[in-house]
């Protein structure tokens, strides 16, 4: 906030690089010892179609086009011009693991 040239910018929270939903959710659950799990899409049809039912599927559904491709979020230019970086995912997932033991 005290340096000027950061101002009227958008700056990603500083992340690590990409992973799947499949890949945070199964190492979040060995961080925490538990198995992991199947993980499967829904088609958005079918999302749109539970969502005549669900409000939140029907709030997911709209979000359809963001699945329709890779979604991939870059800090690069945050941990450049800020000096930042993501801490390591092992030790993310380790933390978070201990803390619900």
Request: hydrophobic fraction near 40%.
């Amino acid at each position: 906030a005290f340096a000027p040239e950061t101002w009227g910018r958008v700056w990603h929270a500083v992340s690590g690089p990409p992973s799947s939903q499949r890949a945070a959710l199964n190492g979040s659950l060995e961080a925490a010892g538990a198995a992991p799990v199947a993980v499967h899409g829904l088609p958005i049809p079918l999302v749109r179609a539970i969502g005549l039912a669900s409000p939140q599927m029907r709030e997911l559904g709209q979000l359809g086009y963001i699945f329709g491709r890779p979604y991939v979020m870059d800090s690069s230019r945050t941990q450049a011009a800020l000096g930042l970086a993501p801490s390591a995912w092992e030790d993310t997932l380790r933390r978070t693991g201990e803390g619900n033991r």
